[in-house]
């Protein structure tokens, strides 16, 4: 009998594949449903979703959300919004203080289990560097940005909504003139 996807999910909420690797643990952080229609995917939790356990609940998460047009209950509304990072646990710091990428192993155990199982998606959303590399290959972030309508209908590239973000964005005038209206209407189209 094939896998649910509650059973996927369960099971990725109970991983422990880089418990080793991971300085505050493991505590895997998605959030799915099989109705969701827009998946979100990240780089990995920080320390306050690590804390939280709640999907993008900082800072980054608030600019993300100002970025689309809509409010929290809208974006923690499972059955419309699924949110899968490249890796599903906090991964530490680098020297530099900034996060660690995604511990290796994550995407590549958990996204071909779960995204076969979300059959209502009409939109994805690439959020950073990671995600971005994954799922369109070598090129650059800005490049796959700007790139972003040989993407269009399914998917949709994103800078991370960090704090850092806010040079790239004075550089890049055209992310909000361009895509931040596009990125508005693309969301309301998938969850209407």
């Not at 649910?4 to 099971?11: E, F, P, R």
């Not at 923690?76 to 949110?83: C, G, K, L, Q, T």
């Not at 996204?111 to 994805?124: E, F, I, M, N």
Request: some cysteine; hydrophobic content about 45%.
């Amino acid at each position: 009998m094939p896998e649910t996807l509650a059973q996927a999910a369960a099971a990725a909420r109970a991983c422990t594949l880089c418990a080793d690797r991971l300085p505050l643990g493991p505590r895997p952080v998605l959030q799915i449903s099989a109705t969701a229609r827009l998946l979100i995917i990240g780089q990995a939790p920080g320390t306050k979703v690590h804390a939280s356990g709640i999907p993008w609940d900082d800072a980054s998460g608030a600019r993300l959300r100002g970025w689309m047009g809509i409010a929290a209950e809208e974006f923690y509304d499972e059955s419309r919004i699924a949110i899968l990072p490249m890796g599903l646990c906090y991964p530490g710091r680098l020297p530099n203080g900034g996060d660690a990428p995604p511990m290796p192993l994550c995407a590549p155990t958990w996204h071909p289990r779960l995204l076969p199982l979300l059959p209502a998606l009409r939109l994805t959303l690439l959020v950073g560097s990671y995600a971005i590399a994954r799922a369109l290959g070598p090129g650059g972030m800005t490049a796959h940005v700007r790139g972003f309508r040989a993407q269009l209908p399914a998917r949709l590239p994103l800078p991370h909504p960090s704090w850092r973000t806010g040079g790239w964005e004075r550089k890049n005038p055209w992310f909000a003139a361009e895509i931040l209206p596009l990125l508005r209407a693309r969301v309301r189209a998938a969850l209407d």
